[in-house]
């Protein structure tokens, strides 16, 4: 008995650490959902109410707790926290607790920086409709440094050459759509964001992956559509649906399940 204690408090300590981390990340991301749409900086400048402008002391950056504790508002003029930022918390804490539980051995970290891109990126798209190209590129670079790192471990370039065919597959497949849509319908019908979305999760998945995240983002979106009209909102051809956020949804539940492509 007393060895089972000594044995599962390491590893409950791993996952209660990854927890913080992962809602400090996400106390984090949150600033970056507001800010970033706004043209605001992300890095310089006091973390501050929206409403009224006072910084905000240590008790109140508490992740989750602060939010809770304070009923989602400003303790000086009330306005509201929106349940965005304890989305954001919420999912990074997840994020953290999912990769130490189920990612791959060796693959932890990796886990853990896909999944806090990906959740920034999937919330940025389901608020705004919007997938910023420096956010891309940062994926697709942590993507490719992790792929390389596996290379110089396995003296191969057989994971470069995946990683790369997945890229070129995952912007191409969503690409190819989109142009062939606007040819046909005479009007956008995709984001621009998706495409380099795609390609810099294949980076990660390989083309394998690339083809596994389509298919399961055509699920969830098919899901959202049912629960929309089951909720009886229109549904039409021309209603917006974030295709990057489903890809986000899928990608990350995928490399847990499979490692790199």
Not at 76 to 100: H, K, N, P, Y
Not at 160 to 167: C, D, F, K, P
Request: aromatic share 6%; charged share 10%.
């Amino acid at each position: 008995m007393n060895q089972d204690v000594i044995v599962a408090a390491p590893w409950g300590i791993l996952v209660a650490g990854a927890a913080v981390l992962g809602a400090v990340i996400g106390s984090f991301l949150g600033a970056v959902l507001v800010r970033l749409p706004e043209g605001r900086s992300v890095i310089r400048g006091r973390s501050a109410c929206d409403g009224c402008g006072k910084a905000l002391t240590v008790t109140e950056l508490l992740p989750v707790f602060s939010w809770l504790a304070q009923r989602g508002k400003c303790r000086t003029c009330g306005a509201a926290i929106g349940g965005w930022q304890l989305a954001c918390e919420l999912g990074g804490a997840a994020v953290g607790i999912g990769a130490v539980i189920f990612a791959r051995e060796g693959l932890v970290l990796a886990a853990m920086i896909l999944g806090w891109q990906l959740l920034l990126l999937g919330l940025l798209d389901l608020r705004h409709l919007w997938l910023p190209r420096p956010l891309l590129g940062w994926l697709a670079l942590s993507g490719a440094a992790v792929v390389i790192a596996r290379t110089l471990g396995e003296g191969s370039l057989d994971p470069v050459l995946t990683s790369l065919s997945g890229g070129a597959l995952g912007f191409v497949l969503l690409w190819a759509t989109a142009r062939f849509y606007l040819k046909a319908r005479g009007r956008e019908g995709m984001g621009s964001g998706d495409p380099p979305l795609l390609g810099a999760i294949g980076l990660w998945l390989g083309p394998l992956g690339v083809v596994e995240v389509m298919l399961g983002a055509s699920i969830v979106g098919i899901v959202v559509a049912v629960v929309m009209l089951a909720a009886r909102r229109t549904v039409t051809a021309d209603t917006a649906l974030p295709l990057g956020t489903c890809l986000a949804v899928v990608a990350w539940p995928l490399f847990l399940l499979q490692g790199l492509g």
